[in-house]
Nanobody
Framework: QVQLAESGGGLVQPGGSLRLSCVVS????????MGWYRQPPGKQRESVAI???????NYADAVKGRFTISRDNAKTTVNLQMNSLKPEDTAVYYC???????????????WGQGTQVTVSS
């Protein structure tokens, strides 16, 4: 069973930085993407940053140049470095893995429990 555990959220002033980390455990047959999503108050969940199995990255326009996604070589940890934070970055941030867990299974999305990021003075 694939499980994700996030850490690193909190309260930060505008212009500050935070680093989110997500540890992935459990057996994965084929990793497709790892990424971060967020859900601002009263809004739908949205993609923030994605990194593919091959290492390609994709960012939401709102975070380009400020956020950086990275992962370890073993593909068991994915991080999100967030710089120059703005109040509109306030949201619950979710780690996501899209993968095939075992031979014969379909690809599935796996989610962490979410971590709160609040940007406020």
């Amino acid at each position: 069973q694939v499980q994700l555990a996030e850490s690193g959220g909190g309260l930060v002033q505008p212009g500050g930085s935070l680093r989110l980390s997500c540890v992935v455990s459990g057996s994965i047959f084929n990793l497709i993407t790892m990424g971060w999503y967020r859900q601002p108050p009263g809004k739908q969940r949205e993609s923030v940053a994605i990194i593919t199995s091959g290492g390609s990255t994709n960012y939401a326009d709102a975070v380009k140049g400020r956020f950086t996604i990275s992962r370890d070589n073993a593909k068991t940890t994915v991080n999100l470095q967030m710089n120059s934070l703005k109040p509109e970055d306030t949201a619950v941030y979710y780690c996501n893995v899209r993968a095939v867990a075992a031979i014969g299974e379909y690809e599935s999305d796996y989610w962490g429990q979410g971590t709160q990021v609040t940007v406020s003075s």
